[in-house]
């Protein structure tokens, strides 16, 4: 039985590192896969996580687009954004709503904010004026 | 029948009269004067009027201003934001403001509060100020025509997320911004869609994110300032024609940090400028058509990194001494001209004493290849290991970029590096702000 400990605490090891997980953003010092510029606005950051474990933090949900746009050959475990009115989680941003709004300035010129559910997303246009878009039709959008 | 004395002092009263009622008038404020509040004399006035503020603390909130005016400050009167409020938001087609402390603008996620917003308007003056504390100081929104000279900036961003810049321009034409020192901020000056704008004598240092920062914003023009100790240094991006004239770029260190980070900048020159001790001194990706001549790059990590996508760059003429590594070009088949630069280890000679090289210099050693790939490899800097690497491959190079070569390394450095702004504007009383975290820092630069 002890033998098998090493082992399995090995293989444990491996896989926990093979596993992709999200990582937390550290505002002012992670510098941005897509544009390098330095990740400060902490509503607008944006992550994405490849299937082997990769991680690729975004100063701007339009730099991850770009950024998809420019590796669509890579598989990602996951695509996250952050809420604009609760930026402190990660979101899944294939079921997240998109704003484009004049009246919401992004970090890299977009004009684009993210929402948890269409209501809230359709609720700041009514606040704010623009366009309310899904995962999908944005990036269509975006190109 | 009037003495002809008598006669011209009269005349001389009636044009004294009208150019006093050209000029306006003058309302003077005071604690305690008739009109003891600034929003109260501003109510009074009429344009080109001068509201003169004197010696006092003024706390009134949100002062909002649409008339064309001047706004002057005797004795540096402060106007006080208690910690939960923009200050002065200005609406006007002249407008003038010097001499006043303003302070407390307090952090908000929701609003960008500013000291001194100007809106929307052209020919103004910001002179002489000081602003303390401010979440964005000056802001300048959809505005031309101005000049914002000689202010002191200074404020206690601790994080990024929770600070605004010192000095905002965003749709904004043909402003000049001039001799100020700012620090604290997130980033010194900011630009966003500003375009025929001069950026000059700044001294940008201590702040969060970037000294300077362009964003989407052509035909500009920066020259004699300092960049010191920035988070990240200065980044100028997606823009064309940026004119970069001896500026200093200096001690900013950090894993993600540049003394100038180049991004989607075409046709614009890097002339004259020195950079100093910093991580890596030009880190380019995707710029074309710039030329850099005589700048100067010392002790630095990397003195320049280009990027993928970086075609007819021509460098010449700069000195690279004591850095690290020279240059690290991350992509083979970009065709920028490196000849006719001074480097400290050409290790050539010079047999006809041209005072060029004879021998072709390779700035680019396979050891900065290798670190470029991967970044651990750090660890085996300045070991006999390297030397031998680097040896080797510059004998029969493989791996580095064949073109990475100067045809004429010059033998002798080029002259006169820039001195950037090293004579601030502002004379600041440094006791007037006692206990605060920067002071001591931004104030020890004489």
Not at chain 1, 26 to 47: L, N, Q, R, S, Y
Not at chain 2, 213 to 220: A, E, G, K
Not at chain 2, 263 to 285: A, C, M, P
Request: with cysteine; net charge negative.
């Amino acid at each position: 039985m002890k033998k098998l400990i090493l082992p399995a605490v090995l293989i444990m090891l491996l896989a926990s590192a093979c596993s992709p997980t999200p990582q937390p953003v550290e505002f002012g010092a992670d510098a941005c896969a897509h544009c390098k510029m330095t990740i400060v606005e902490v509503p607008f950051a944006a992550e994405l996580v490849s299937s082997k474990g990769k991680v690729f933090k975004f100063d701007a949900i339009e730099c991850m687009a770009d950024y998809l746009k420019d590796h669509a050959e890579t598989e990602f475990a996951f695509q996250l954004v952050r809420d604009f009115n609760q930026p402190d989680d990660w979101q899944d941003a294939k079921t997240c709503s998109y704003l484009i709004s004049d009246e919401v300035p992004s970090p890299m010129g977009a004009y684009l904010s993210a929402y948890a559910t269409e209501a809230q997303a359709i609720q700041m246009r009514e606040a704010k004026g623009g366009q309310v878009f899904d995962w999908e039709n944005l990036l269509i959008y975006l190109k | 029948m009037l003495h002809p004395h008598i006669i011209k002092t009269l005349t001389a009263t009636a044009f004294l009269m009208m150019a006093v009622a050209l000029q306006g008038r003058v309302i003077e404020v005071c604690p305690e004067c008739p009109v003891s509040s600034i929003s109260e004399a501003i109510e009074l006035a009429q344009p080109c009027d001068t509201v003169l503020v004197k010696k006092g603390t003024y706390s009134e909130g949100n002062i909002l201003i649409g008339k064309d005016l001047t706004l002057f400050g005797e004795g540096n009167p402060i106007l006080d934001g208690g910690g939960n409020s923009e200050i002065l938001t200005i609406h006007s087609q002249f407008f003038h403001i010097e001499g006043f402390t303003i302070q407390n603008i307090g952090t908000s996620y929701t609003q960008d509060r500013a000291g001194i917003r100007m809106k929307e308007s052209q020919n103004f003056t910001i002179k002489n100020n000081r602003l303390l504390d401010a979440f964005f100081a000056i802001y300048l929104e959809k505005s031309k025509d101005g000049v914002v000279e000689n202010n002191f900036v200074l404020g206690q961003a601790e994080n990024e997320a929770g600070s605004g810049n010192a000095i905002h321009l965003w749709y904004c034409e043909n402003i000049i911004v001039k001799d100020n020192h700012l620090a604290g901020h997130r980033d010194g000056i900011y630009l966003e869609f500003v375009d025929n704008s001069r950026v000059t004598g700044n001294i940008a240092e201590n702040n969060l994110r970037y000294g300077l920062h362009f964003m989407f914003s052509n035909d500009n023009f920066y020259h004699h300032n300092t960049f010191r100790n920035n988070g990240a240094g200065v980044a100028v991006m997606y823009s064309r024609r940026i004119d970069m004239f001896q500026n200093v770029f200096e001690k900013n260190w950090g894993a993600a940090s540049y003394g100038l980070l180049l991004k989607e900048i075409h046709d614009s020159r890097i002339e004259q400028n020195s950079f100093l001790e910093n991580t890596v001194g030009i880190f380019t990706e995707t710029s074309n058509r710039l030329t850099y001549v005589r700048n100067t790059f010392a002790h630095n990590g990397w003195a320049m990194k280009i990027s993928g996508g970086c075609q007819q760059n021509v460098l010449t003429q700069n000195n690279f001494m004591s850095n690290s590594f020279d240059l690290a070009v991350q992509i083979a088949g970009m065709d920028n001209n490196y000849d006719g630069n001074f480097w400290s280890d050409y290790s050539g000679y010079d047999l006809d004493r041209d005072g060029v090289g004879d021998v072709p210099h390779r700035p680019m050693k396979l050891f900065s290849y290798i670190v470029t790939r991967t970044p651990e490899s750090i660890v085996l800097m300045r070991s006999l290991f390297v030397d031998i690497l680097n040896f080797s491959e510059k004998v029969s190079p493989i791996f580095t970029p064949e073109n990475v070569v100067d045809h004429a390394p010059k033998m002798k450095q080029t002259s006169g590096i820039a001195q950037g702004a090293e004579t601030p504007g502002p004379k600041i009383d440094p006791a007037a702000k006692p206990g605060h975290s920067l002071t001591q820092n931004a104030l020890t630069i004489k």
